[in-house]
């Protein structure tokens, strides 16, 4: 056979080998792009040497989520080449505080490993944030001794290889839907475009990456609907549209925002909801300041949305601020469903990498497999973003935002002593480091902050605090 018949290999990654030096704090074998974006990032070899490994996989992380400025979605690109493990060098000094993986459980989530487990947050192991007698905590993970950097005997490691290993075949991948078939698809699900006569007396409310929001009249039913109107020319996932609407139309419930209509008129997508005119909780959390009686009601009815998602295996990996909507009565609901993801009954976790980055769980940014718990995270993020009306680490760099989620979960809240026990032990809930010690949306609903609930009426203030001072 002739050589310039032979192709190259089609379809590889090259397993990157890299190193840590405990003694100088240096890696070797980061490609130069990372070096140069961890040095800008202002991480400090102090925090480097506290879990090397988790920067090397929340570099990887980072780079994927480069595409978007605000929502990260792996799912349908090509998967990255999975992050290197290090290889420890060096005996002076303790090595990184790194805990070994923990055995899989058979509990439906196959075999892959468990996320590492760093030390917990500070908040929640102060004298201040003991659980209350009523509930039993769970105990603090003890770290390992100091030996081998992550696992696999005493023996120190070998000076680790600079050279790329042979290239690693890529597992295959699911195949994008085409501009065709979701168009098909879509014809599938939606009213005719004749019906937009439906809808009378539009007014522009709202615009977003995806699209413009109207309100308008349902003059079927007298009632006011939001309307998001959609370029599909314009929109680089169709196929998470589709995943709305069927979201949406399935998954009917108090708490969630109940899907009236969609339809294809003109080369737009319309999909057409109930209207919640006090409007989304980002406007409440940015412009007044929420008692803690109403921080538990709007997490009851969020936790009660997120019970009935997860008893139908679907994770909604998106829940921030943003995409909880106010009624002017108080209600409270979930919306924007184009993340969510429906559970396979014979696969219960996910690898993809979705939602908006200060809001993620530490096992997303690391790329373990996940399951419904992201959600208790994010909950937990949002509460704390009603106390202090913005995310932790939003006003990091984004690299170093990442890797401190990743590494401490959570920071030490700004005024922690102003929290009640019980509210501080509810944090500890949700944001808890281990998956399975983490609480369930049903176990959260039965915890005592609940019991401080507010009227959902107590709300309405804030809401037309909040509108007041919109420009």
């Known amino acids: 056979m002739r050589k310039d018949m032979i192709s190259a290999p089609l379809d590889f990654v090259h397993e990157v080998h890299v190193g840590f030096d405990t003694e100088t704090g240096e890696f070797s074998g980061l490609p130069p792009t990372w070096t140069s974006l961890i040095k800008s990032a202002g991480i400090s070899k102090e925090e480097i040497a506290a879990n090397p490994q988790g920067l090397v996989d929340v570099m990887g992380f980072y780079e994927s989520s480069k595409k978007s400025d605000k929502y990260i979605d792996d799912e349908d690109d090509d998967p990255l080449p999975p992050a290197p493990k290090l290889e420890m060098k060096g005996s002076a000094g303790p090595p990184p505080a790194r805990v070994p993986d923990l055995p899989t459980q058979p509990s439906g989530g196959g075999s892959a490993a468990k996320p590492e487990i760093p030390e917990r947050p500070r908040f929640t192991i102060t004298e201040a944030t003991i659980p209350i007698p009523a509930k039993t905590a769970p105990p603090k993970p003890s770290l390992p001794s100091a030996a081998g950097g992550g696992g696999g005997g005493d023996a120190p490691a070998e000076k680790p290889a600079e050279k790329a290993a042979a290239p690693v075949r890529r597992k295959q991948k699911k195949s994008k839907m085409s501009d065709e078939q979701v168009m098909a698809k879509l014809r599938e699900i939606v009213s005719p475009a004749i019906d ?38 314009q929109q680089p996932k169709k196929e998470l ?52 009686g109403q921080i538990a009601v709007i997490c009851r009815e969020c936790l009660r949305a997120l019970e009935f998602l997860h008893s139908k295996s679907v994770i909604h990996r998106d829940i921030k601020s943003d995409n909880i909507l106010l009624g002017m009565d108080g209600v409270v609901k979930i919306t924007d469903f184009g993340f969510c993801a ?110 401080k609930s507010a009227p959902l009426s107590s709300l309405v203030p804030l809401i037309m605090a909040a509108k007041s001072a919109a420009p």
């Open 196 to 233: 937009q006569a439906r809808y009378i007396n539009k007014k522009k409310i709202g615009q977003g990456a995806s699209g413009t929001v109207f309100s308008a009249i349902d003059s079927k039913t007298g009632g006011a609907v939001a309307i998001k109107c959609m370029n599909l020319s």
């Open 342 to 451: 429906q559970l396979e009954a014979e696969n219960q976790k996910r690898a993809t990498m979705v939602g908006t980055p200060y809001w993620m769980a530490p096992e997303v940014v690391t790329r373990k497999q996940y399951g419904p718990k992201v959600d208790i995270w994010s909950l937990g993020i949002m509460a704390i973003e009603m106390v202090e009306g913005e995310p932790p680490y939003l006003n990091e760099n984004p690299l170093r935002a990442l890797y401190l989620i990743a590494t401490n979960g959570t920071p030490e809240l700004q005024n922690p002593d102003e929290l009640s026990d019980v509210f501080k032990d509810f944090l500890c809930q949700c944001l808890e480091m281990d998956v399975d010690k983490r609480a369930s949306a049903t176990e959260l609903l039965e915890h005592p902050f609940l019991k």
């Open 241 to 292: 549209i589709i995943n709305e609407i069927i979201v949406m139309r399935e998954q009917q419930q108090e708490n969630i925002v109940n899907y009236v209509d969609s339809l294809l008129v003109e080369g737009e997508l319309w999909v057409v909801m109930e209207y919640l005119a006090g409007g989304s909780l980002t406007d409440v959390v940015t412009e007044t300041i929420l008692n803690e």
